[in-house]
T-cell receptor, first 109, second 115 residues
Framework: LAKTTQPISMDSYEGQEVNITCSHN???????ITWYQQFPSQGPRFIIQ???TKVTNEVASLFIPADRKSSTLSLPRVSLSDTAVYYC??????????FGAGTRLTVKP | EAGVAQSPRYKIIEKRQSVAFWCNPI?????LYWYQQILGQGPKLLIQ????????DSQLPKDRFSAERLKGVDSTLKIQPAKLEDSAVYLC?????????????FGSGTQLSVL
């Protein structure tokens, strides 16, 4: 059971880079790290997934150190529309991979 | 590509009444999930189907909640009788398969208020 710990909330300003770190000390060898984004009144939306080192897509980058005990979601040049809750999940989709409370990111003008 | 469809969008009922939610997953997705999301919390998995079989329902309050997925496509989640603490958003999600690196695709959810 890989439990995750992430900050409850973060504030940023438009145009800044935002880094949200997730701690997962008990990550298993076969576990992947997945990040979801959730806007109010919507279901979570997949952002990015990785196993090790660095993954980048059109939305974000995911940095995973060699020991894989943490990961960092990086959002480049955030805008007001990036205000959302961001969830870090580790493992396989069943009861062992729980959505925590997530990180509530507020982007200010 | 059509997303996960859920209905109704909102539902208000009184305690002890029954309610049902419907979900149509993305075409071809074998795995379907129902989550409960209480205000201010992350989604909590209630039940997972693989085709029309239940993979995990350990967090489903079986004395009042039931779910089925007929023919391995659409699914319904029912609550009977509802309690005040069932007020939440009920999210349906689907994935192509069940596996460690599968992406979940969520619907917009049904917001249930129990008065």
């Amino acid at each position: 059971l890989a439990k995750t710990t992430q900050p409850i909330s973060m504030d940023s300003y438009e145009g800044q880079e935002v880094n949200i770190t997730c701690s997962h000390n008990n990550i298993a060898t076969n576990d992947y790290i997945t990040w979801y984004q959730q806007f109010p009144s919507q279901g979570p939306r997949f952002i990015i997934q990785g196993y090790k080192t660095k993954v980048t897509n059109e939305v974000a980058s995911l940095f995973i150190p060699a020991d894989r005990k943490s990961s960092t979601l990086s959002l480049p040049r955030v805008s007001l529309s990036d205000t959302a809750v961001y969830y870090c999940l580790v493992g396989e989709v069943n009861n062992d991979m729980r959505f925590g409370a997530g990180t509530r990111l507020t982007v200010k003008p | 590509e059509a997303g996960v469809a859920q209905s109704p969008r909102y539902k208000i009922i009184e305690k002890r009444q029954s309610v049902a939610f419907w979900c149509n997953p993305i075409s071809g997705h074998a795995t379907l999930y129902w989550y409960q999301q209480i205000l201010g919390q992350g989604p909590k998995l209630l039940i997972q189907f693989q085709n029309n079989g239940v993979v995990d329902d350990s967090q489903l309050p079986k004395d009042r909640f039931s779910a089925e997925r007929l023919k391995g496509v659409d699914s319904t989640l029912k609550i009977q009788p509802a309690k005040l603490e069932d007020s939440a958003v009920y999210l349906c999600a689907s994935s192509l398969l069940a596996g460690v690196n599968e992406k979940l695709f969520f619907g917009s959810g049904t917001q249930l208020s129990v008065l």
